[in-house]
């Protein structure tokens, strides 16, 4: 399910709460209303607000932390091939077959991460593609001849060796990082909320508009954070720049 459609199902709910509020002000007798009643309804919301603030914060937390990370290892991967194909330029011409592979590897990986996922099938962008495992094959062909050779081999392995632990970090962490009952308890607290400011006062049309603004308010952080907690897709996708910017580097 898309972020959007998620942000609108929880909107139904908290929208939904502020409307429900309206109908049991309607329903209740005034002897239910008191300001009794409204102070002890007051406290509880004020508790339940406060403890949604902090999950709130948590889940904000969680898929800031979830996005970055992931950003930061798009941005290693692009700088390793780049440094991975200088060393292989600095070795010689043993060296070509596996700059050419390399070179192969972009296209292959831009299409992998951010292309559409299929509906219904999990993605896994992150797994070695038949390029990369070929070109690993051609990194432990390589014979070094004299002592520069075997420190920029060395270098090699270990900028390969890199490369293979950001794509394999990438691979663990694909998924979401937002866990569903957070979420829909969530929700269902922002519904009480807003119930909650419904309840003691008049069914205005001033008044609903502005419980339907700051329920769409709401709806959008949450709908923000869904976005970041899916980095490779949507309108909060990381940015292909690096990886594209690496590509005419390695064709000089």
Request: net charge neutral; with cysteine; proline share 5%.
């Amino acid at each position: 399910m898309t972020p959007l459609a998620i942000a609108a199902i929880a909107f139904v709910f908290i929208f939904g709460g502020a409307l429900a509020g309206i109908v049991l002000r309607i329903l209740l007798p005034d002897t239910h209303l008191t300001d009794n009643a409204k102070d002890a309804v007051r406290l509880s919301t004020g508790l339940i607000a406060t403890i949604a603030a902090l999950v709130l914060s948590l889940l904000i937390a969680s898929a800031k932390g979830s996005y970055d990370t992931k950003n930061t290892r798009v941005k290693q991967i692009a700088a390793d091939l780049i440094l991975m194909d200088n060393f292989l330029s600095e070795y010689g011409a043993e060296a070509l077959p596996a700059r050419q592979k390399l070179r192969g590897i972009l296209g292959p990986t831009l299409e992998r991460i951010w292309s559409e996922e299929a509906e219904g099938e999990r993605r896994l962008p992150f797994e070695a593609s038949p390029q990369a495992r070929a070109f690993y094959d051609s990194l432990l062909t390589l014979k070094p001849a004299n002592d520069a050779q075997r420190s920029i081999h060395a270098r090699i392995i270990a900028i390969s060796t890199d490369l293979a632990q950001a794509r394999l970090a990438l691979y663990t962490q694909a998924g979401h990082s937002i866990p569903t009952p957070f979420l829909a308890i969530l929700v269902f607290w922002l519904a009480v909320i807003f119930a909650s400011f419904s309840l003691f006062i008049r069914a205005e049309p001033v008044a609903i508009a502005a419980l339907f603004i700051c329920a769409l308010s709401a709806t959008g952080a949450l709908f923000l954070i869904l976005e970041m907690d899916r980095p490779f897709s949507g309108i909060m996708a990381i940015s292909n720049e690096p990886l594209k910017n690496a590509l005419p580097k390695l064709a000089m």
